[in-house]
């Protein structure tokens, strides 16, 4: 049963500017290509016909079911299956289309397979509908002077080596300049790419430490796990002296890009 509640879902910079760039263009039928629990709710809070919902993980859909905000309509439904299966909705289209956080994931659950996304989806976008993808600008491989930027790098470096050591693949982000040349060669219009500051807070501190320490549980080495637990102990002291001296952890950017299909 999803969870209802009086509170309104707390929307993101990136879906606000989305819904800025819809204007009044109906949503019409929506589909919601990678789902989550962020992108669902907010999904609840737009004037759709109805919405399909894909995700790879059973996990993630039983997530995004138990947050979602209000009863789902009888046409709306949430898939679990993975886009390299040439048969999800086949022959199926959308008015509206949504990448939220998607490319970068991809790794996780079809690897390798980044550059055939974007002309995988496109056959489900009608002619003159509309295409937004949320991500975020690559930061790991970075090596940052600004001690703030230098720490959420160092985070982000903790995190990946954390899954990769536990057997997982970490996520894999792509800068908008790629995702903008694989819009073009794939026969989309871009209409608009536009960046967002990020401000990390307390809550990615100890979500992202959170997830290493859960991890490290699953090294098969037991020292290798202490080891990386006291790091991850010293990486959040540094973490809370950052965030009490700056009050935030300015760092890296978000983008969002807005795309049609000519019709």
């Not at 500017?17 to 737009?46: C, E, F, M, R």
């Not at 299956?81 to 996780?108: P, R």
């Amino acid at each position: 049963m999803p969870v209802t509640s009086s509170t309104a879902p707390k929307i993101s910079a990136l879906f606000r500017y989305i819904k800025q760039l819809q204007g009044d263009a109906p949503w019409g039928h929506l589909l919601d290509a990678g789902t989550g629990v962020n992108s669902l709710q907010w999904i609840s809070t737009l004037k759709t016909e109805r919405w399909t919902a894909i995700t790879a993980s059973e996990a993630m859909a039983r997530q995004s079911v138990q947050h979602y905000p209000t009863a789902m309509r009888p046409d709306d439904r949430l898939v679990v299956g993975n886009w390299m299966d040439e048969q999800l909705l086949d022959g199926e289209q959308f008015d509206t289309i949504l990448l939220d956080y998607f490319i970068g994931a991809i790794d996780g659950f079809a690897p390798y397979w980044q550059d055939q996304v974007l002309p995988r989806i496109r056959q489900h976008l009608k002619p003159g509908g509309r295409l937004y993808i949320t991500a975020l600008e690559p930061y790991v491989p970075l090596y940052r002077n600004n001690e703030v930027d230098q720490f959420v790098t160092e985070l982000g470096r903790l995190r990946d080596a954390c899954l990769l050591l536990a057997q997982e693949r970490p996520y894999r982000e792509y800068p908008a300049d790629w995702t903008l040349r694989q819009l073009e060669r794939s026969g989309y219009q871009v209409h608009s790419c536009k960046h967002f500051g990020i401000r990390y807070g307390e809550r990615f501190l100890h979500s992202q430490l959170g997830m290493c320490r859960q991890r490290a549980q699953r090294f098969g080495n037991q020292a290798l796990t202490d080891a990386m637990l006291q790091h991850a102990d010293a990486l959040q002291q540094r973490g809370e002296a950052l965030l009490a001296e700056h009050g935030v952890l300015a760092s890296g950017h978000d983008y969002v890009i807005a795309a049609t299909v000519p019709a």
